[in-house]
């Protein structure tokens, strides 16, 4: 038995060799949002569990079964938050960022629920939103689903992705659909396995979300919420089919897409892969306008969606879609041979950050031969040696000794190593 403390199951450690593909990654995020002009907000990990209950839904699969929920030290029931969109208008609601304006608003972070790990499925995970309020017209709609396609394409993965979309309707809409679904499932209770039973009073247009084999006939058959939908909602449906038709967005509807969280009403959407087996959904999303009523607030209509940024980076994986200079290493590896040269090392490390802000630079630490000094200086992924002994402290020169390519090992002036690292880093 070891008695090694070890991660929890389903939490990940992200080590250094992967976080520079993260890295490259979330910088293409900020400077997407950056471009549409979206506005970071963060808010705490922790709320209070009666936030995600009362906008998720008790009846989901979220709150149901996933949520981690403690007693902090007063009694206080909190829950680690198991998504973000309620915490966010939890605080415009606290601070007043809904009141007679829109936001655009963005937010990235890791999430917590209590699933069965697996590939792509994780009880710590990370995702980056987008949630637009104040705007109830399929043009912002349109808009975050464009954002959505311009990062596929950016990232070079537009035609491993599908958008599926759907709309459930107005509240109202829904509530009449959902007895016509109650009706139709009633009269083929037989084929309904015990999940779908339980959902059938409590959530039964989850049911239709079932994978189960045994169902696929019977669900092919049910009643469609498109054939359901009030006119406002066909008609705001209507427009933003029409929209994304202009602007050579491609989707295929999907009428069986209601998604996990009861918070949803009219637009919602998915972007799909069938790279990565069944945790195929990359990004989930859709309008919410119920939603900061249902939390205490005047009635105020928004829209957003989430990326999964594990699954994502799993896709860029497969594809091979990383690009190798997200991946470097240092620039060069600066090492001393001599006792004095030692003590200069680190001091002219800062003397060439000081020149080149640009230059990822490692000084050696630690002493030891020339041979092991040199295969750290490999091992770090740097392109130059820098060379500094007791010779080159005397004259004033430093010694540049190229490790990736087959350029001449050269000894120059202070100020010329420094113009060569410079041209080097991409700053002459
Ligand atoms: P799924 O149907 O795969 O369980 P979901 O409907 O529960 O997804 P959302 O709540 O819409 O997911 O979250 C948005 C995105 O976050 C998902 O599309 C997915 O990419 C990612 N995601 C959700 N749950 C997990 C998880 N446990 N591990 C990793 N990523 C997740
Ligand atoms: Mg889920």
Known sequence: MSNKIQAIRGMNDLLPDQSAAWQYV????????????YREIRTPIVEQTALFARSIGEATDVVEKEMYTFDDRNGESLTLRPENTAAVVRAALEHGLLHNQTQRLWYMGPMFRYERP??????????IGIEAYGMDGPDIDAEIILLSARLWRQLGMAEHVTLELNSLGSPAARANYRDALVAYFETHREVLDEDSLRRLTSNPLRILDSKNPAMADMLAG??????????ESREHFERLKA????????YRINPRLVRGLDYYSRTVFE????????????????????????????PVPAIGFAIGLERLLLLLETLDLIPAEAQAGADAYLLAMGEQAELQALLLGERLRDALPDLQLQVHCGGGSFKSQIRRAD????HVALILGDDEIANGTLTLKPLRDNGEQQ?????????WLGRQSGQA
């Open 118 to 127: 697996q590939k792509g499925r994780y009880r710590q995970f990370h995702q």
């Open 411 to 419: 000894t120059l002036p202070l100020d010329d190593a420094i113009a």
């Open 243 to 250: 929209t994304l038709d202009a602007a050579g967005v491609t």
């Open 26 to 37: 979330e910088r293409q995020l900020r400077s997407l949002v950056d471009r549409y002009d």
């Open 222 to 231: 049910a009643p469609q919420l498109l054939e359901h939908l009030d006119d």
């Open 379 to 382: 091992r770090s992924g740097a």
């Open 271 to 298: 972007w799909t892969t069938t790279a990565l087996g069944s945790q195929g959904t990359v990004c989930g999303g859709g309008r919410y306008d119920g939603l900061v009523e249902q939390l205490g607030g005047k």
